[in-house]
Nanobody, 122 residues
């Protein structure tokens, strides 16, 4: 499966963005999908995930502000981000895992696409 993230941009603190992850080559339906963020000089860290069954999981810092969803008919996964903070600046990647449940380790996602840059100014 090939993945392509989009929707990033330059926003101010407190603003919202919606990221999209479009899949091609295979249907996204059987995959658990995750959104990860990578800041300069830092490792890729888990932000949110949604299992093939629709179960969701978020890192604590984004709970209540970010929402992950999937539209299998459009082969796309979304990340709605609200009340963005400057420390959430980074490149956002979407990954696909063959596992049936959300996992937070990037190494468990064998499929990745190019990321999309999100910059939150203070």
């Amino acid at each position: 499966v090939q993945l392509q993230a989009s929707g990033g941009g330059l926003v101010q603190a407190g603003d919202s963005l919606r990221l999209s992850c479009a899949a091609s080559g295979r249907t996204v339906r059987p995959y658990t999908m995750g959104w990860f963020r990578q800041a300069p000089g830092k490792v890729r860290e888990f932000v949110a995930g949604i299992s093939r069954y629709g179960d969701t999981h978020y890192t604590d810092s984004v709970k209540g502000r970010f929402t992950i969803s999937r539209d299998n008919t459009k082969n796309t996964v979304y990340l709605q981000m609200t009340s963005l903070k400057p420390e959430e600046t980074g490149v956002y990647f979407c990954g696909a895992s063959d596992l049936g449940m959300v996992v937070t380790a990037a190494a468990r996602y064998p499929y990745w696409g190019h990321g999309t840059q999100v910059t939150v100014s203070s």
